[in-house]
């Protein structure tokens, strides 16, 4: 048991110059964001662990040696918040984020399998080790996708994209900049 703690201790020490990797965790939370987007198409349900698995990626590459050794859900939400206004005013003004989709998703597949997420399983006895061992894991997973040639023209990521937008800002509930979201949409349609 202290040779395992000693090689996690080892471990989360030759990562710890991942800790603060603000280009990596940026990324990430527009990359949940833009699956929380998507997350409204009800088709789309199954990018939920997705979500859960971005925003992780987030967390642990925010986590600065100096500062805070932990992000909370609070920080969490409040910056895919922010990114979620920061894309919908980037979609406003045209910019496509096929591209940005497309790789956020292949790039949520690869930690998927990476972490392997059919098996994986959040340690319910919140220890130390236990913890990081998952900082570990997270830290050490990918941090961009690996696929560099595609099947589906970007054509299709683009209609995802729309469809994302349009779903979300069909809800009910109240979405920032809901109709100049559904007008730019009905322009892209036309």
């Known amino acids: 048991m202290k040779k395992i ?5 080892l471990l989360v020490g030759f990562v710890s110059p991942s800790y603060a990797d603000k280009e990596v965790a940026d990324r990430a939370i527009r990359c949940s964001a833009l699956i929380y987007i998507e997350l409204t198409r009800p088709e789309m349900v199954g990018l939920t662990a997705g979500e859960t698995l971005m925003n992780r990626i987030y967390a642990y590459h925010m986590i600065d040696d ?46 998927a399998k990476y972490i392997n997420i059919s098996e994986y399983v959040v340690s319910e006895d919140n220890t130390e080790e236990s913890e990081a061992n998952e900082m570990a894991l997270f830290l050490s997973a990918p941090t961009m996708t690996s696929i560099t040639t595609f099947k589906n023209p970007i054509k299709t990521w683009e ?12 809800q009910e509930l109240k979405v920032p900049y809901k109709e100049a979201i559904l007008l730019k949409v009905s322009e892209k349609f036309e």
Do not use: H, P
């Not at 703690?5 to 201790?9: D, G, K, M, P, R």
């Open 159 to 170: 209609q995802q994209v729309d469809l994302g937008f349009v779903a979300w800002a069909s």
């Open 5 to 9: 703690l000693s090689i996690v201790l």
């Open 66 to 111: 100096d500062k805070e050794m932990e992000v909370t859900n609070g920080q969490i939400t409040s910056a895919q918040t922010d990114a979620i206004t920061q894309l919908t005013q980037e979609y406003i003004k045209g910019t496509n984020l096929a591209e940005e989709y497309r790789g956020c998703i292949y790039w949520m597949t690869d930690v």
